[in-house]
């Protein structure tokens, strides 16, 4: 019995120490992500290898190793260039009922080829001392005469802003969006900024009143410096016809490469990052909510309030990417 018993202890070990090893092909930073892979693979035995770089050179990377890549997985933030991915044949559809059961519907690519692992939420910031929360109400209304010379935005060349703007050509149609877009450089105080960062200085300098930011870029400066006069507003919680359906995010998300050399081990470890172990981490290392509803956000997110998503499904915000920023040229967004 003790023979037999410590044969299969033996056995085990075995196997778990010869887990298939996965590569991942990430966009996001070592620190945001090794954490968490190392929490798996202390939980699994399944070591992870990973490969950071920026989202073109990955893309790239992927389509000229073809057949022969490494990759399993590739991790990258903004929906667009997820959908970009996928266009593009680098992300093989999934079929998982855990994965279906714990990321909503527009969180994730309608043909199974990727999935958003943790939300930001891109809203409006103001400066606490200068703005009442009772004038502010939607995106759309920033383009209104009341905020001239008030608004402050990032370039038009970060795909965050891209992704606000395709979503609001899927919701509100070519038109409506080109006068509110419109409506905002008008009411720019000052050249577009670089960063979401510049952004809050400037609202904070009395360059404007003010901005659209991502709400991780809020709370990574409002932890170092807590006494900064900036709040954030939850806008279009009560939308109307005409305007976008909800606070509009965005997600990092993750997709199983065509050529996987380990599919099945890929699937496994996607459905475990949707779980709340690693939601929370994901969640908590940089400021962002869970993608699982089901799982709570950090306590520093949750100080911020609880909002309404936009409930369109994010391959909107690559399918009309392009549109997007043709759009934002028109009207003189740079």
């Known amino acids: 019995m003790r023979t037999a018993l410590l044969a299969l202890l033996l056995l085990g070990i075995c196997t778990r120490s010869l887990a298939a090893e996965l590569t991942v092909y990430s966009s996001r930073i070592e620190d945001l992500i090794k954490p968490i892979f190392g929490r798996y693979t202390a939980e699994t035995g399944t070591p992870i290898r990973f490969i950071t770089d920026k989202e073109g050179p990955l893309l790239q990377r992927l389509r000229a190793e ?7 997985l590739l991790l990258t933030v903004d929906a667009g260039n ?77 795909v965050y802003n891209q992704s606000l703007v395709a979503m609001m050509l899927a919701e509100l149609g070519p038109q409506r969006t080109e006068a509110v877009v419109a409506g905002w450089v008008g009411n720019l105080a000052a050249p577009p900024f670089a960063s979401d960062n510049e952004v809050m200085e400037a609202i904070v300098a009395g360059r404007c009143d003010v901005g659209l930011v991502n709400t991780y870029y809020y709370g990574r400066l409002m ?34 490469t065509t050529h996987s050399p380990h599919p099945e081990a890929a ?68």
């Open 66 to 72: 073809g057949a022969s890549t490494p990759a399993d």
């Open 82 to 158: 997820l959908w970009q991915a996928a266009q593009l044949g680098l992300l093989q559809p999934v079929q998982s009922e855990v994965l279906a059961a714990n990321l909503p519907a527009h969180l994730r690519d309608p043909e199974g080829r990727w999935f958003g692992l943790s939300i930001r939420a891109r809203t409006v910031v103001y400066h606490s001392g200068r703005v009442q929360p009772g004038a502010l109400s939607t995106y759309e209304a920033l383009g209104d005469a009341r905020w001239k010379d008030r608004l402050c935005l990032r370039t038009s060349k970060k």
């Open 223 to 256: 932890r170092q410096r807590p006494e900064l006069p900036l709040k954030l507003f939850w806008p279009n919680q009560d939308p109307a016809e005409g305007e976008l359906g909800g606070v509009h995010v965005n997600v990092s998300g993750m997709g199983v």
């Open 267 to 334: 699937v496994k470890f996607l459905e475990w990052l949707s779980q709340r172990p690693a939601q929370a981490l994901f969640a908590g290392l940089n400021l962002e909510f869970p993608a699982n509803p089901a799982v709570e956000a950090d306590a520093i997110t949750a100080n911020w309030g609880t909002f309404t998503q936009d409930p369109v499904n994010l391959a909107e915000a690559g399918r009309r990417q392009a549109e997007a920023v043709r759009l934002m040229d028109r009207v003189g967004y740079r």
